[in-house]
């Protein structure tokens, strides 16, 4: 196994990279625990906000966001729908396409579990100027870019023969 920082990398450096990694996680927890209170699929709460952030969206996008394939979108469609939380609709534009659509209920029950987050980051974004919240944007939009890079580079055919059979056994359930 390679180290994973060389030694020209700064502490604040790898700092940055640790407490980002940490964000994700904290993100994921919060997600997972949304999710199960909700009774749905962490991908289904993913989806879900994809549908209130972008409206009414194709399975195809959909699958393209988040990295499945449109029968994983398929099943997902039919949880959310059996679950009150989206539906699903022939495009008007193009009879052959599915849209996906949040519904309002759907939206509400899952956008009110993430109230007190919110108001919590509102009050935090205060403390800030806009200078600094801009470049706060500016750094977890990067890292966000650095992210999708990198689950291009695992999800590859030839990621496993790249990073040594160690790593592709996933037969040992503490590593994933």
């Known amino acids: 196994m390679s180290e994973p920082f060389s030694a020209r990398e700064t502490p604040p450096a790898r700092e940055l990279t640790h407490a980002l990694l940490d964000l994700s996680s904290a993100v994921d927890h919060v997600g997972r625990a949304a999710a199960a209170r909700l009774g749905i699929h962490r991908t289904?709460?993913?989806c879900l906000n994809l549908l209130l952030r972008n409206g009414p969206t194709s399975a195809g996008e959909v699958a393209g966001a988040l990295g499945v394939t449109t029968a994983a979108v398929s099943a997902m469609a039919a949880r959310l729908e059996a679950g009150g939380y989206a539906r699903r609709e022939i495009d008007p534009a193009d009879r052959r396409r599915i849209l996906l659509h949040a519904s309002p209920d759907g939206a509400r029950r899952a956008s009110g579990l993430f109230d007190d987050l919110h108001r919590a980051s509102a009050a935090l974004a205060e403390q800030y100027g806009e200078d600094d919240l801009r470049?706060?944007?500016e750094v977890l939009d990067r890292f966000g870019a650095?992210?999708?890079?990198?689950?291009?580079?695992?999800t590859r055919p030839d990621a496993a023969r790249r990073t040594?059979?160690?790593?592709a056994d996933t037969s040992d359930p503490a590593r994933g």
């Open 164 to 167: 040594g059979p160690a790593a």
């Open 146 to 154: 650095l992210l999708d890079g990198q689950a291009a580079v695992v």
């Open 44 to 46: 289904d709460l993913i």
């Open 135 to 137: 470049r706060v944007l």
